[in-house]
């Protein structure tokens, strides 16, 4: 399946929905590393269910607390492409850094050329932005993001609709989407209503 944009998934953690994203189409997956976050899995998770799909980019999410060099053991451990950390680190990393960043800081344009210079400095294999649509914006918001994806990698993620997404990809041609996964019903079982609304009207015509 052709997707007409990049598109990650996060929160994977178990078989269904490893092997379902990349037969839609995704790019990447991401994993929860973390154990101090909600949802984390462990190193074997993470192997067992990369076993199960190919061509796609394998991704660790992280959270603060997360010493650089526990970051970096467990991209050699895991294969990781690519790490989405939610703060920036106390030194660079191995692989490209998707940041999280607040709302909040793109409405008061905290993200400036210098700031955007810092970041090219720390993540010196690369680095992409994301953040959170919520379900209502502000009306200077859409604005903002594609000024924003203009000078950045931005990734958007969060109140992503079937309905909206096309309007919304033309208003601010961001780099990618960061969809969200989910829990099994039960093994082996996995409702995917409405990420496969989503997967069909981003689909290539």
């Known amino acids: 399946m052709a997707l007409i944009i990049p598109v990650l998934v996060r929160g994977i953690n178990n078989l269904s929905d490893a092997r379902y994203c990349a037969g839609m189409g995704a790019d990447g997956l991401i994993f929860t590393l973390d154990p101090s976050l909600p949802g984390a899995v462990d190193v074997a998770t993470v192997k067992e269910l990369a076993g199960w799909v190919a061509g796609v980019e394998l991704i660790g999410e992280f959270g603060a607390t997360m010493p650089v060099s526990e970051i970096n053991r467990l991209v050699e451990e895991c294969g990781l492409q690519r790490v989405a950390l939610r703060q920036l680190p106390a030194s660079p990393l191995s692989v490209p850094v998707l940041l999280h960043?607040?709302?909040?800081?793109?409405?008061?344009?905290?993200?400036?050329?210098?700031?955007?210079?810092?970041?090219a400095t720390l993540f010196p294999a690369g680095f992409g932005l994301t953040t959170t649509l919520e379900a209502s914006l502000p009306a200077d918001l859409l604005p903002t993001l594609a000024s924003l994806s203009q000078r950045a990698m931005l990734w958007l993620r969060g109140a992503i609709t079937p309905d909206s997404v096309r309007t919304l990809l033309e208003q601010v041609q961001p780099a990618g989407l960061v969809l969200e996964g989910g829990d099994e019903i039960k093994t082996g079982l996995r409702d995917f209503t409405e990420l496969e609304a989503v997967f069909e009207a981003l689909e290539e015509e």
């Open 101 to 119: 960043v607040p709302l909040y800081s793109l409405l008061d344009n905290r993200l400036t050329e210098d700031v955007l210079a810092q970041y």
